[in-house]
């Protein structure tokens, strides 16, 4: 049985109904606790996720699957939805149900949406689920600008720390309602920890001692680097560069066991290697000062030379997976939260595991660091000598070689598999939509169905991530961005029989369609979370599993060739992550002012699929889009 979950598929264990509802005492109920004064008076305000009716979601759900689904299998689902919505019937008793939940939560979603999108989904968090980050190619090329620029972004990350510790951050908000800002307390001094069957996240920055020190890691060597003095102030920009070169200069040898390789494994065998690995008790000491730390900064080797046109590309690469065991997948804990990657050659970037929180607040975060660097340092350092950063020593028994010979073989496997392909879209941003009074993410949307089905001829399932935050706890849902008007307009616009004029007002009607989509989905009336929370619910109550979830159609509803996200950014950066399904590929986009920033990833065994293809067909459809816009004055419509 398949669920939708995040952009991944996710199982959602039919075989174990009650084993999913069990509450998980690992599992770190995401909640504000911790905060108090004037951070809980807004939580507080914000609305309750609601319910969406029964009757709006099976409507929404037939009119979601035309544009993918045959004219046949559309006749069978929808006797199916009949069946499940009739008065009395499966569908009002699971709505109950979830309305019960909704009553007796803070959010009836959140705590499932952790477990089953992240927690329980077992591939690997490299690739499969944690975003990586490129950021633009700083100004050093060499050992002492990597420490130098290294040490600036920590103080800055630091910087950030103090306003979340103070609950100083600006309230944020969306269509001009305020969000959730909950996401912002889980992303620091937190990690993911492996289970045997489900993980867990921890967050210590709500523990009684919260931590002090970040962890480092260079040439596959982990240091813990205290970043307070002990008068509580944050270490300067200068500090952290002695402390820094102290680092570099004692971890110089580069045949270091990769240990931090075992968390690129799938889930359940580094659930395994993970129980052997922490027990020795050095081991075990040092694995928790890593998930102890406020974040991991990871200072990377060289990786392979590329010209200047495929930096972006390669940079991608080196932010979602590190290269390959030969370069620096190994350089990494990628189980925790946030991680700052970089290079000697100027590359900057992060990589995120997803657990606790969505893009925009790390970009938030990031956007504020690159700020923060860019600033001349005017903070005096005290003279007080400083403690020598501590090594973190790992003991490898055959048994750990063995597992870390095992991650290092997958990880390569699956490096050889990406394809990444970053495209800076140069000929315009979102003025062009908007001087055409248009929703600018609707028209790129519109513009990837277009590219979409002149690769494939066919509309797929396509996946965008909207926003929940406007309500307390909020993570996401589905905006479905392949509907009938987007079928419509992609269909006609390489016909030769049709007209210009024609051609723009299905085009109006797409981009319209799909705004009004987002609308629905950031007020929580989109059909995928509801569906799944229906779905929960009969798992919950250990009832058979209705029809419509086990019909074929439900499979293709959540088979998603084109997982796609915005996170935008004041930073000219771009966020990637790799496709959800083997024969589909990931688009993250960043639509700045006057160009735009696109990552596309897909499978290299995947004959049908090519992301600089898709890349070229996206910069082609946007193109002729504008020049059909141009073309046809707005008088002739
Ligand atoms: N005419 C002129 N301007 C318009 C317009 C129109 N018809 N419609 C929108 N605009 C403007 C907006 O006012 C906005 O202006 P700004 O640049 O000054 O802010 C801009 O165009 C962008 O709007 P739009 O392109 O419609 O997108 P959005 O900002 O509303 O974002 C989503 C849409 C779906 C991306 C957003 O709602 C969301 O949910 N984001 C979160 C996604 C997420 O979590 N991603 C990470 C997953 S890991």
Same mark, same amino acid.
């Given at each position: 049985?398949?669920?939708?979950?995040?952009?991944?598929?996710?199982?959602?264990?039919?075989? /174990?109904?009650?084993?999913?509802?069990?509450?998980?005492?690992? &599992?770190?109920?995401?909640?504000?606790?911790?905060?108090?004064?004037?951070?809980?008076?807004?939580? /507080?305000?914000?609305?309750?996720?609601?319910?969406?009716?029964?009757?709006?979601?099976?409507?929404?759900?037939?009119? $979601?699957?035309?544009?993918?689904?045959?004219?046949?299998?559309?006749?069978?689902?929808?006797?199916?939805?009949?069946?499940?919505?009739?008065?009395?019937?499966?569908?009002?008793?699971?709505?109950?149900?979830?309305?019960?939940?909704?009553?007796?939560?803070?959010?009836?979603?959140?705590?499932?949406?952790?477990?089953?999108?992240?927690?329980?989904?077992?591939?690997?968090?490299? @690739?499969?689920?944690?975003?990586?980050?490129? !950021?633009?190619?700083?100004?050093?090329?060499?050992?002492?600008?990597?420490?130098?620029?290294?040490?600036?972004?920590?103080?800055?990350?630091?910087?950030?720390?103090?306003?979340?510790?103070?609950?100083?951050?600006?309230?944020?908000? !969306?269509?001009?309602?305020?969000?959730?800002?909950?996401?912002?307390?889980?992303?620091?001094?937190?990690?993911?920890?492996?289970?045997?069957?489900?993980?867990?996240?921890?967050?210590?920055?709500?523990?009684?001692?919260?931590?002090?020190?970040?962890?480092?890691?260079?040439?596959?060597?982990?240091?813990?680097?205290? &970043?307070?003095?002990?008068?509580?102030?944050?270490?300067?920009?200068?500090? !952290?560069?002695?402390?820094?070169?102290?680092?570099?200069?004692?971890?110089?040898?580069?045949?270091?066991?990769?240990?931090?390789?075992?968390?690129?494994?799938?889930?359940?065998?580094?659930?395994?290697?993970?129980?052997?690995?922490?027990?020795? /008790?050095?081991?075990?000491?040092? @694995?928790?000062?890593?998930?102890?730390?406020?974040?991991?900064?990871?200072?990377?080797?060289?990786?392979?030379?590329?010209?200047?046109?495929?930096?972006?590309?390669?940079?991608?690469?080196?932010?979602?997976?590190?290269?390959?065991?030969?370069?620096?997948?190994?350089?990494?804990?990628?189980? /925790?939260?946030?991680?700052?990657?970089?290079?000697?050659?100027?590359?900057?970037?992060?990589?995120?595991?997803?657990?606790?929180?969505?893009?925009?607040?790390?970009?938030?975060?990031?956007?504020?660091?690159?700020?923060?660097?860019?600033?001349?340092?005017?903070?005096?350092?005290?003279?007080?000598?400083?403690?020598?950063?501590?090594?973190?020593?790992?003991?490898?028994?055959?048994? &750990?070689?063995?597992?870390?010979?095992?991650?290092?073989?997958?990880?390569?496997?699956?490096?050889?598999?990406?394809?990444?392909?970053?495209?800076?879209?140069?000929?315009?941003?979102?003025?062009?939509?908007?001087?055409?009074?248009?929703?600018?993410?609707?028209?790129?949307?519109?513009?990837?169905?277009?590219?979409?089905?002149?690769?494939?001829?066919?509309?797929?399932?396509?996946?965008?991530?909207?926003?929940?935050?406007?309500?307390?706890?909020?993570?996401?849902?589905?905006?479905?961005?392949?509907?009938?008007?987007?079928?419509?307009?992609?269909?006609?616009?390489?016909?030769?029989?049709?007209?210009?004029?024609?051609?723009?007002?299905?085009?109006?009607?797409?981009?319209?369609?799909?705004?009004?989509?987002?609308?629905?989905?950031?007020?929580?009336?989109?059909?995928?979370?509801?569906?799944?929370?229906?779905?929960?619910?009969?798992?919950?109550?250990?009832?058979? +599993?209705?029809?419509?979830?086990?019909?074929?159609?439900?499979?293709?509803?959540?088979?998603?060739?084109?997982?796609?996200?915005?996170?935008?950014?004041?930073?000219?950066?771009? +966020?990637?992550?790799?496709?959800?399904?083997?024969?589909?590929?990931?688009?993250?986009?960043?639509?700045?002012?006057?160009?735009?920033?696109? $990552?596309?990833?897909?499978?290299?065994?995947?004959?049908?699929?090519?992301?600089?293809?898709?890349?070229?067909?996206?910069?082609?459809?946007?193109?002729?889009?504008?020049?059909?816009?141009?073309?046809?004055?707005?008088?002739?419509?």
């Amino acid at each position: 049985m398949w669920g939708i979950c995040s952009r991944t598929m996710v199982k959602v264990g039919m075989a /174990k109904p009650c084993g999913l509802m069990k509450p998980c005492h690992l &599992v770190k109920p995401v909640s504000a606790t911790r905060v108090t004064g004037r951070y809980l008076t807004h939580q /507080k305000g914000l609305p309750n996720l609601p319910v969406p009716p029964l009757q709006q979601t099976c409507e929404r759900y037939i009119a $979601a699957l035309e544009p993918i689904l045959e004219v046949d299998e559309m006749k069978h689902t929808n006797e199916l939805v009949d069946e499940f919505q009739k008065a009395g019937g499966v569908g009002e008793r699971l709505q109950r149900g979830l309305e019960k939940r909704a009553r007796n939560t803070e959010n009836w979603l959140s705590e499932w949406w952790v477990k089953v999108a992240y927690l329980e989904y077992r591939m690997p968090v490299v @690739v499969h689920s944690s975003p990586g980050l490129v !950021l633009p190619r700083m100004n050093f090329r060499d050992k002492q600008g990597q420490i130098r620029f290294a040490a600036k972004l920590i103080a800055g990350v630091l910087d950030f720390k103090t306003m979340i510790d103070n609950e100083t951050l600006p309230i944020e908000y !969306l269509a001009g309602k305020p969000l959730c800002m909950n996401q912002y307390y889980e992303v620091l001094s937190s990690c993911r920890i492996p289970g045997l069957k489900r993980d867990s996240v921890v967050n210590h920055a709500k523990s009684s001692r919260p931590p002090r020190h970040i962890t480092v890691v260079h040439n596959f060597q982990f240091f813990v680097l205290d &970043v307070y003095n002990s008068d509580g102030t944050p270490l300067t920009a200068d500090q !952290l560069c002695v402390q820094l070169e102290r680092i570099c200069s004692s971890s110089l040898q580069t045949n270091t066991e990769p240990v931090g390789i075992l968390t690129t494994q799938h889930r359940d065998s580094w659930g395994k290697a993970y129980v052997n690995l922490i027990k020795d /008790k050095t081991n075990q000491e040092s @694995v928790s000062a890593i998930q102890r730390s406020i974040f991991t900064l990871c200072l990377d080797g060289a990786m392979p030379r590329v010209s200047d046109e495929t930096y972006r590309s390669t940079a991608a690469i080196q932010m979602l997976h590190g290269g390959g065991s030969q370069w620096n997948s190994g350089n990494r804990w990628f189980d /925790k939260t946030l991680q700052f990657i970089i290079g000697e050659d100027g590359t900057c970037g992060a990589n995120y595991e997803h657990a606790p929180a969505e893009g925009p607040p790390i970009v938030a975060l990031i956007d504020h660091v690159v700020e923060y660097t860019r600033k001349p340092e005017t903070i005096r350092s005290p003279m007080v000598p400083l403690p020598m950063p501590r090594k973190l020593h790992f003991n490898i028994t055959p048994e &750990v070689r063995k597992d870390i010979e095992e991650a290092k073989n997958s990880m390569n496997i699956l490096a050889q598999d990406l394809d990444m392909r970053v495209m800076v879209f140069g000929h315009f941003g979102k003025n062009v939509p908007k001087a055409h009074k248009m929703s600018p993410d609707a028209f790129i949307q519109i513009a990837l169905q277009l590219a979409y089905y002149r690769m494939y001829r066919r509309c797929c399932a396509t996946y965008e991530s909207a926003s929940l935050r406007m309500f307390r706890l909020g993570r996401t849902d589905t905006i479905r961005s392949a509907s009938s008007a987007s079928a419509a307009f992609v269909k006609a616009f390489d016909d030769p029989s049709k007209q210009n004029t024609e051609k723009v007002a299905l085009m109006v009607k797409a981009i319209k369609a799909h705004r009004s989509y987002t609308n629905m989905a950031i007020s929580g009336q989109a059909i995928d979370r509801h569906l799944l929370g229906l779905k929960m619910i009969a798992a919950e109550e250990k009832l058979t +599993m209705p029809d419509i979830f086990t019909d074929t159609a439900y499979g293709k509803a959540l088979h998603y060739q084109l997982s796609t996200s915005q996170v935008p950014s004041k930073t000219d950066c771009v +966020m990637c992550f790799g496709p959800v399904v083997s024969n589909g590929y990931g688009v993250c986009y960043n639509p700045m002012d006057d160009h735009m920033n696109f $990552a596309v990833s897909s499978f290299n065994t995947c004959e049908e699929t090519n992301a600089a293809h898709l890349a070229q067909a996206m910069e082609d459809a946007l193109l002729d889009m504008r020049t059909l816009l141009e073309r046809t004055p707005a008088a002739k419509l």
